[in-house]
């Protein structure tokens, strides 16, 4: 198969053991810079054109777009759908995963555990939302955040007021959470391919540290799942349309619960902490999924 890695950077950990994986299989593997990418909005032949060159004759693509470059990555991805080109995932399913709010209440409807959350609008409202979800200590989260930044820890009403009514004035969205103190600062990140989990490890957090982001200094091994987790991360990447996701899992008091999904999951953690081929399951996916011409979205909203 020709297949084309939609990422920024060739040299990053993910988008090489994709290459490396691709060409150990067999396939032509090209990275395609997609903010390098222009096209033709026409009914009759629509095309991308990359570095002043049309792209032609790909049979799939695997989109990786930076939470940052959605609006513009996801529109390069739709271009190659309308070529008919099979794409890891669509990019109806990307906007939808990169929307926080969006993504727990899909998650919600279809009767997916998760943390009790609450959002609201106007500071009006904080208090109502601070009861919502049972009162202090609670989970303050950016929508915007990645990495742990942006998710802050409310021991007291006020302390909670105080960080609300301060993300507020700088106009920023935010939601708010319940605390799963159990989890004890760790969460389990489910890599999801089709409608399997090809791997899976707990990341810890430093002592002290309620977020368990490795870039918060946090550590990560391999865990084994429970059959409910498996069918919970399963479940939940189905819900928002993707075939490739990372299922980001806590375990709490009333059982396993989705913290969040992302879209371009990192594979350097993940294969690193379990050993597993994670890039190679995604192009065997390809190879199976890529030609039996399914690449439709039925997720509702
Ligand atoms: P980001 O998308 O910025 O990584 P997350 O929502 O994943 O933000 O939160 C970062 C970390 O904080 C998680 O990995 C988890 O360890 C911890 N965390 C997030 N929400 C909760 C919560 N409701 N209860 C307990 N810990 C949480």
Redesign the pocket.
Known sequence: MKIGILSLNASLYSTKRLVDAGDKLGHEMHVIDYLRCYMNITAHKPIVVYKGQPLEGFDAIIPRIGASKTFYGTAVVRQFEMMGVFTANRSQAISRSRDKLRCLQLLAKKGIGL?VTGFAHSPKDIEGLIDIVGGPPL?I?LLE???????VLAETTQAAKSVIEAFRGLDANILV????KE?D?M?IRCFVVGDKVVASMK?Q?APGE????LHRGGSAEQIKLTPEERSIAVRAAKTMGLNIAGV?I?RSNHGSVV??LNSSPGLGGIEKATGKDVAGKIIEFLEKEGTLGKNSDRVEY
């Open positions: 943390p989970v989260k955040g990645t990495q742990g930044i942006g998710v959470q319940e605390f799963i989890a600062g969460d990341r957090g309620f977020r368990s982001n980001d806590l913290m969040e």
